[in-house]
């Protein structure tokens, strides 16, 4: 996963405010990072900054002119001679858009026309606002700075060749608006450099994300980032359950209807993990053993099928709910059902980090004055780390009001305590579970 920190947006932000580039582009890798961890995302093996990678990006720009692919342009910037490049346009059918090659149809920003294809700038002649902002570096085509494309080809073929002495990924993900020109252009300067066919096997393109039905974008003022969702208290589980509810290569749909039932799948799972915590024996019922078996082989058909996650999340909420049935029924789940559960955690990640408290009957029980339970306060304590203390009080409360038959009096609480973010299940043997929400 790479990082372009320099390109035509970042320097303009970094002259706007005066700040050097590196100034401007570093809060917004911390900030990057911090999403990620919150979303359950594996930081991945290597990370490099473009602005760390010139030296790589200079020796492909070198190559493709020592090839002839590549050319100095009156401007003193380098360009890619698309035109001397025959697969051009692969990737993206490139026959829907017009080839418009040569010095006069070259294009010098970072992106382009949709419509048509033309020569792609590799690395720009410097110029003031470059030196200002630290963006400017010697080469021996002169001095100037990459352009956006030849970045992702150089980090990445300098990494494959270093660490495992290979010039062709296995896998290139983006998203869909990126298959042209970018991901047509990494094709290009990369197999002209390097002489394959190819330079990744398989391409994976993410569809959009729409928000309530309308493309989500900063033109549209419609966003929506993690940082919100976050600050909202949503839970992470939520989040990945709504994501993986639609395949990657549809559009996602995001809605507050969406989001409700992502908390709510997530939440069962939740509250399955923490049954299975403390129900968990040392060895499984045949039939737990049965459904373990056939959640791995569901759950692993449906990834190897294009990362089918819908189908993968569907196969899981499956197991859970087998589970919950074989617990209910009071047989066992051990080592065979932990070790499903421990599979889909570690790949999905989609349980709401909300914890159950079990209470069994006995201690349901409550001090009373004038046969009159005694209640805490009706508004939850200031200090979060004191609610689930609180919850517990008035879940033995409503206990004893339902054994009196008091039905009223006990809805009545368990709104007060789902409206706190806490939830009242009950269970056959008189036990209740108290779970936190996803909030
Ligand atoms: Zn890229």
Redesign the pocket.
């Known amino acids: 996963m790479?990082l372009?920190d320099v390109d035509d947006r970042t320097i303009a932000a970094a002259v706007g405010k005066g700040v050097s580039l590196r100034e401007h582009v570093d809060p917004f890798a911390r900030a990057f990072e911090e999403d990620r961890d919150w979303l359950r995302i594996r930081p991945p093996h290597a990370q490099p900054r473009a602005t760390e990678y010139v030296d790589a990006m200079i020796e492909v720009i070198q190559g493709l002119l020592d090839r002839g692919v590549a050319y100095k342009g009156e401007d003193g910037s380098v360009y890619f001679a698309i035109a001397r490049f025959p697969a051009y346009g692969r990737l993206s059918q490139l026959d829907q858009r017009e080839l418009r090659a040569g010095a006069s149809e070259r294009v010098s920003t970072d992106e382009y026309a949709k419509a048509d294809a033309r020569d792609f700038v590799l690395w720009k002649a410097t110029r003031p606002e470059d030196e200002a902002v630290g963006a400017a570096w010697d080469a021996p085509f002169g001095r100037g700075r990459p352009g956006?494309?030849i970045?992702?080809?150089a980090m990445a073929l300098d990494l494959l060749r270093r660490r495992w002495g290979v010039d062709v990924l296995d896998i290139?993900a983006?998203a869909v608006d990126?298959i042209f020109p970018?991901?047509e252009d990494?094709i290009a300067q990369s197999c002209a450099y390097t002489g394959k066919d190819e330079f990744a096997r398989v391409w994976v393109h993410g569809e959009f994300l729409d928000l309530a039905g309308t493309k989500m974008s900063k033109r549209y003022g419609n966003i929506l980032t993690a940082r919100d969702l976050r600050e909202q208290g949503v839970d992470p589980g939520a989040v990945r359950h709504l994501l993986f509810n639609t395949h990657y290569r549809q559009k996602l749909d995001w809605s507050d209807t969406a989001l409700s039932a992502a908390r709510e799948g997530s939440a069962r799972l939740g509250a399955f993990r923490d049954r299975l915590a403390l129900a968990a024996g040392e060895t499984d019922d045949p039939e737990a053993a049965a459904a373990a078996d056939r959640f791995r082989t569901a759950f692993a058909a449906a990834l190897d099928d294009d990362l089918n996650a819908p189908e993968a999340l569907g196969a899981l909420h499956v197991l859970v709910r087998e589970g919950n049935r074989l617990l209910d029924e009071g047989r066992r789940l051990g080592p065979a059902v932990r070790a499903a559960w421990g599979l889909a955690d570690e790949v999905l990640a989609v349980a709401s980090s909300a914890r159950a408290r079990t209470v069994a009957a006995e201690a349901l029980t409550v001090a009373e004055e004038d046969g009159i339970p005694v209640r805490p306060p009706e508004v939850p304590p200031a200090d979060s780390a004191d609610g689930e203390a609180w919850a517990l009080r008035w879940a033995a409360v409503r206990a004893t009001e339902k054994r009196k038959r008091n039905f009223a009096e006990a809805d009545r609480i368990r709104d007060l305590l789902r409206g706190a973010g806490w939830e009242i299940r009950d269970r056959r043997d008189g036990a209740i579970d108290v779970v936190r929400d996803g909030r």
């Open positions: 790479n372009t956006w494309h970045e992702c080809s290139h983006g990126l970018h991901h990494e």
